[in-house]
């Protein structure tokens, strides 16, 4: 704000010299002479003692009157306390090859701040996303460094005052090698959460990364579901992480979750924190209401210190999951949707195929295989290969004197399914299908007498069914998936988490 300048107006008048002029002579007094003026003198005098007789005379001064309270004056409250504490300054770290994208920088930025603000937040109050500057937020290339401007607003109740902040956030891409998880933390026991405690609770080790997917639903009241790291000794973790939800469309959430999993796996993009004993750091926190979902997958690699703790809490909506983590845990459902399984080599799949030959194909998700419980006195399994990254190579060989079309495709074996794909390092989406025919997901042009490979990861989405064909084929499969609501499409209701078919 400009200084302000201050104006002042001066009232006066001012006269020009009046030319000399002669004073009148008075005329004689009407009583005349000198005596008479004698008179007058001595009589005013006289007058001029009594008024001062009567001046001095004492009066006694009237006592005090207290003012009289105004009815409408009122006593200014003292002002509430504000809603919570807006940070002006924090740092991010991240990591990504070759660089780390705006929008899971943007993401990555977002989480941070509410983060560092959340503990402050007093109970009522609700935090509301502003703008954000650059946008759109520019992607970092790897070893970089930029500064993103956050604003955010807290809302009070009566017992509290808004508060409208902005935070600049200091962002620097560190080197971190790409976490290959050899164990995976499933939490879908309960699906369906109607109490608060722990959910789950796993330990990663150094040189020992572990992913977590987890999957569930609110029953009744609304619910805070957190994601919280615990360390006994000063650790360094990197994060490579997506979320969805909360809502009540699960296939969407499941979907979300396992298409950006796919992309920030590829590029090793996430971000790197560091655990303080006693501090525990919330990974993620989601309020789910009646029927909504929320899920996730989160591979932990622990770079230096000691090991972190994993768990996943259901706690009040506004509590604190702090004081859940120690237990008890919420009781499981039934179906068994839980453990902890081992990653080593599973999940590696292979076929070839000659043009000119049957189709060839393998099948994921059903009930045999499936990942092996680290735990042989856990009925837990992950029937559905949920959280579980496939990497399928198809050697594809010509041996014709023509060229030759030839086509992936996938095939819906349990129900309404929905999938993406990492074809060859490019991201391929597929609506919603159920009926069990070939669709199309990608071409390749094979020249006479060529040899070549084609080498597919994907992850079974939360919401769908399963198993899946996934295959080869010298037919063209059917190009577009159904609308929702067609006859061979996919219905609109939500559904609930698959349970995949006997079908192996």
Not at 48 to 76: N, R, W, Y
Not at 80 to 109: E, R
Not at 226 to 238: I, K, Y
């Amino acid at each position: 704000m400009g200084a302000r300048l201050r104006v002042g107006l001066t009232l006066g008048w001012c006269a020009g010299a009046a030319p000399r002029t002669r004073r009148a002579v008075p005329p004689p007094h009407p009583f005349g002479g000198r005596g008479s003026i004698r008179f007058v003198a001595i009589t005013a005098f006289a007058f001029a003692l009594i008024g001062s007789a009567a001046l001095a005379q004492p009066v006694e001064a009237p006592s005090p009157t207290p003012p009289s309270a105004s009815p409408s004056a009122s006593v200014t409250p003292s002002p509430a306390p504000p809603a919570g504490v807006i940070p002006p300054t924090i740092t991010v770290n991240v990591t990504g090859s070759p660089g780390t994208d705006g929008d899971v920088l943007y993401a990555q930025v977002r989480a941070a701040v509410d983060r560092a603000i959340r503990p402050s937040l007093r109970t009522g109050g609700a935090l509301h996303d502003g703008a954000v500057a650059p946008w759109p937020v520019p992607p970092l290339a790897a070893g970089g460094r930029t500064a993103v401007n956050v604003t955010t607003t807290l809302d009070g109740d009566e017992n509290s005052s808004p508060v409208t902040g902005t935070t600049t956030v200091w962002v620097y891409s560190l080197p971190a090698p790409p976490p290959v998880p050899s164990l995976l933390f499933l939490s879908d026991d309960p699906e369906y959460l109607d109490a608060e405690g722990l959910v789950f609770r796993g330990a990663v080790a150094p040189q020992r990364p572990a992913r977590l997917y987890y999957y569930h639903s609110d029953v009744g009241v609304p619910r805070d579901l957190d994601v919280v790291l615990t360390a006994d000794a000063p650790s360094r973790v990197q994060l490579v992480e997506a979320d969805a939800g909360p809502d009540l469309d699960v296939m969407s959430v499941g979907h979300s979750v396992s298409r950006d999993f796919l992309r920030y796996e590829l590029g090793n993009e996430g971000t790197i924190v560091d655990l303080v004993p006693g501090r525990p750091f919330v990974l993620r926190h989601a309020l789910i209401l009646q029927g909504e979902l929320a899920a996730g997958a989160v591979d932990v690699q622990v770079l230096s210190g000691a090991t972190v703790g994993v768990s996943v809490v259901a706690s009040p909506a506004g509590g604190h999951p702090e004081q859940y983590l120690a237990g008890p845990r919420v009781p499981f459902d039934g179906h068994n949707r839980h453990g902890i399984f081992a990653l080593d080599g599973y999940g590696a799949l292979a076929e070839s195929y000659d043009v000119g030959t049957p189709d060839v194909a393998v099948r994921y998700g059903g009930r045999t295989p499936t990942p092996r419980n680290v735990d042989p006195h856990d009925p837990g399994h992950d029937f559905g290969d949920y959280g579980i990254l496939h990497r399928i190579t198809f050697t594809l060989r010509n041996p014709t004197d023509a060229p030759s079309l030839v086509y992936l495709y996938e095939k819906p074996l349990g129900g309404p399914l929905r999938s993406s794909f990492l074809v060859d390092g490019q991201l391929k989406e597929l609506g919603c299908v159920r009926v069990p025919q070939p669709y199309w997901i990608q071409t390749y042009q094979l020249p006479a007498h060529t040899d070549g490979a084609s080498t597919t990861v994907t992850m079974p989405d939360g919401g769908s069914y399963y198993p899946v064909e996934f295959g080869v084929t010298g037919t063209q499969p059917q190009l577009d998936t159904p609308p929702v609501g067609a006859p061979q499409g996919c219905s609109s209701a939500v559904t609930p988490f698959a349970e995949p078919t006997a079908t192996n």
